[in-house]
């Protein structure tokens, strides 16, 4: 996934993230994207919480690279992946 500067507002970040594992997975990002358009970004936990588990019932391996991830400096970017990362780390998916 390459980022620009002007993908640093939460709600355009997620829908790039989540559409990109779901075109490589083939998984159902089109319901994630949706939660996000009725109900925002508050409850980004729970969508990428959807999302992982959508991942591990697909048991496919793939590495997310989040090319220029430098130029994204909005806090709740940098929340949801260390959210993901820790996630990761801990055993999840």
């Not at 390459?2 to 970040?13: D, G, H, K, Q, R």
């Not at 969508?47 to 991942?55: C, Q, S, V």
């Amino acid at each position: 996934m390459s980022l620009e500067p002007s993908e640093n507002t939460p709600a355009l970040f997620y829908c790039y993230l989540i559409t990109a594992v779901s075109q490589k997975l083939n998984i159902c990002g089109k319901n994630f994207l949706e939660q996000i358009k009725s109900s925002g970004i508050s409850s980004i936990e729970n969508i990428l919480i959807g999302m992982i588990n959508e991942i591990t019932e697909d048991g496919t391996e793939f590495t997310l690279v989040l090319d220029d991830y430098h130029v994204i400096t909005d806090s709740l970017i940098h929340r949801a992946i260390f959210f993901l990362t820790i996630y990761r780390q801990l055993g999840g998916w």
